[in-house]
């Protein structure tokens, strides 16, 4: 037996950007296989999915809490804490781990202070890695604010990203 979608009462804080996450758990009425779909709407409307608003949607779909944090945890995409207002993300595939990501990767933490997948404390830049870009022909790439640049030394990185605030 199928039980019928109930609607979440209002979000006692008035933000409407939970009116317009409401509006898109009403649109995929509420099915809990629409958990991913609702996810990137939360992400794009909140920037980031902190652990109330997973626990928001977790009782919204009528699921566990551990599976929304789950689905949350396991897709790369998602992010549990703000991302600067820079991004830096390095490649680590195979093509561009064998010709010099591992050094870009190392002195860009050393510099900034911080690990793969963290923000400065001042949230200027977040430090990622992806799998693969897709780019091996222009190994190793690093991606500065969503464009791709193939070739890079941990030189060209620093200096790509010197104005970011950031460099001690």
């Given at each position: 037996m199928k039980s019928s979608p109930t609607v979440p009462l209002p979000h006692?804080?008035?933000?409407?950007?939970?009116?317009?996450?409401?509006?898109?758990?009403k649109r995929h009425q509420y099915?809990?296989?629409?958990?991913?779909?609702?996810?990137?709407?939360?992400?794009?409307?909140?920037?980031?999915l902190e652990s109330d608003l997973l626990l928001y949607i977790a009782h919204a779909l009528k699921l566990p809490p551990s599976r929304v944090y789950g689905v949350a945890t396991f897709y790369h995409l998602f992010s549990?804490?703000?991302?600067?207002?820079?991004?830096c993300v390095v490649c680590t595939g195979t093509a561009c781990y064998v010709k010099g990501a591992p050094e870009i990767l190392a002195n860009l933490?050393?510099?900034?202070?911080?690990?793969?997948?963290?923000?400065?404390p001042d949230g200027q830049v977040s430090l990622l890695t992806a799998r693969c870009?897709?780019?091996?022909?222009?190994?190793?790439?690093?991606?500065f604010d969503g464009a791709?640049?193939?070739?890079?030394?941990?030189?060209s990185v620093q200096e790509r990203i010197r104005g970011w605030k950031y460099i001690s």
């Open positions: 006692p804080s008035a933000d409407k950007r939970f009116k317009m996450l409401d509006a898109t758990m099915q809990q296989d629409a958990l991913i779909e609702i996810l990137h709407k939360a992400q794009e409307l909140f920037g980031y549990l804490a703000p991302k600067g207002k820079h991004t933490e050393k510099s900034a202070h911080i690990r793969a997948g963290e923000t400065t870009l897709g780019a091996c022909s222009l190994a190793p790439a690093v991606v791709v640049c193939g070739y890079q030394t941990a030189e």
